[in-house]
């Protein structure tokens, strides 16, 4: 079965430090893996998927298929980098219907 | 344009009483996803909607849960008999067809006292 899992709760990092937010999944094909964010007050939102290999606000992640990870990283955190995060996996052909959130990781950058 | 809307924002209902949910996806998209998100468990899948096809249920935690989508786009998702444990966050999701990104609503907090 697929699952994703984000081992910390709450993140706590100072201005101008590096974050990394870790993710790991557990599936048997080719998921493919996203990023979404919720601010305060907004809505959940992407923020980067893995195909696009893209640096969205300074956002990296790279999938790791030896060690299933897709660990969220950003060499200096900001102020307004303090969200939720949620790994999501989807897996399938039908792309959405095998999605799968993990439990979310709370950022707070502290100034 | 319009993103996909949700309402009620908030509801207040008493144990045991029926609510209807609803979400209005963006226009065009022919893929709807419910989920539910309580505090510290992220976000529960719930049911999937694709255009014509039957829905994936396999996410409603007990057949108090029911969803419909008529005429392929407005969806309401109906709790039976509320229970103090379905108080959350529920969400609405919708998606073009071929595409996997999720646009999601502003949720509707339903608080069951």
């Known amino acids: 079965a697929q699952r994703v899992t984000q081992p910390e709760k709450l993140l706590s990092v100072f201005k101008g430090a590096p974050v990394e937010l870790k993710c790991n999944y557990s599936?048997?094909?080719?998921?493919?893996l996203f990023w979404y964010v919720q601010y305060s007050r907004q809505r959940l939102q992407l923020l980067l998927r893995?195909?696009s290999r893209e640096s969205i606000k300074g956002f990296t992640a790279d999938l790791n298929k030896g060690e299933t990870s897709f660990h969220l990283k950003k060499p200096f955190a900001q102020e307004e980098d303090s969200a939720m995060y949620y790994c999501?996996?989807?897996?399938?052909?039908?792309?959405?219907?095998?999605?799968?959130f993990g439990p979310g990781t709370r950022l707070s950058v502290l100034p | 344009g319009a993103g996909v809307s949700q309402s009620p924002s908030n509801k207040v209902t008493e144990k045991g009483k029926d609510v209807e949910l609803r979400c209005d996806p963006i226009?065009?998209?022919?893929?709807l996803y419910w989920y539910r998100q309580s505090l510290g468990q992220g976000l529960e899948f719930l049911i999937y909607?694709?255009?014509?096809?039957?829905?994936?249920k396999s996410g409603l935690p007990s057949d108090r849960f029911s969803a419909e989508r008529t005429g392929g786009s407005v969806s309401t998702l109906t709790i039976q008999r509320t229970q103090q444990e379905d108080s959350a966050v529920y969400l609405c999701?919708?998606?073009?067809?071929?595409?996997?990104?999720?646009?999601f609503g502003p949720g509707t907090r339903l608080l069951v006292l």
């Open positions: 999701a919708s998606r073009r067809q071929g595409l996997v990104t999720q646009y």
């Open positions: 599936y048997s094909g080719s998921p493919e």
């Open positions: 893995h195909i």
């Open positions: 999501a996996l989807s897996g399938g052909d039908n792309y959405g219907q095998n999605f799968v």
């Open positions: 226009s065009g998209h022919t893929a």
């Open positions: 909607f694709q255009g014509n096809s039957a829905p994936d």
